[in-house]
């Protein structure tokens, strides 16, 4: 399947009215991001810590001890089909199993592979860090009732109103330009320094790992990095 160009800024009307259409054709679609250069990460390549874990173009939400032995780094896209099955399925056991006992430190960070896309991480960065990873859950856990409607924009509204925020707020956000390049800006940095075409990306202790992780596949990740 043929790369998607990266776009130029764009105006709200533009931006609302690409959200619009991307939700109509991504079902199904293993999408891919970019032309511009990036370089080859192959599967298991394993990238320097200082580099991951560099500054962002938005801060990272930090889940779990600061000290745990194993950090796993997450690109997601907010309509990728894959992403939702691994926080469907797998994501619970990695909080419940890893993250809450101390042995594991999760970051999510924003790859939107559309427009669409781009819009739910922002409005879940305008829900505040403190329900960030909240809003991202709910969104995920109810993705096939936004992403893959004639109405997105509507369904996404209607969804975040569960949380608290009003049409205006919702509206605001949506039209923050400023989110808005921090948000691509966060994804061109990861495509362009880690070679990241699609999602789901995982980087554990460095180790580049793509494709949706079984909550078995996982066990078998990280045991023998907590058994060091």
Known sequence: MPS???RPLMSRRNFLELAAA???TLAGMAALVGTWSRPAHAQGTVVPTDQLMAEQALPDIVQGKADAPVTIVEYASMTCSHCAAFHAMTYPTLVSKYVDTGKVRFI???FPLDPLATAAFMLARCSGPQKRNAV???LFDHQKDWAFTDKPLEALSNLLKQTGMTQASFETCINDQSLYEK???ERDQASQKFGIEA???FFINGRKISG???PDALDKLLD???KK
């Open 22 to 24: 991307a939700a109509l």
């Open 212 to 214: 949706e992780i079984s």
């Open 224 to 226: 023998p990095l907590l």
């Open 136 to 138: 991202v859950d709910l």
């Open 183 to 185: 948000v691509t800006s």
């Open 108 to 110: 999510l960070r924003e």
């Open 199 to 201: 999602t789901p990306m």
């Open 4 to 6: 998607q160009k990266k």
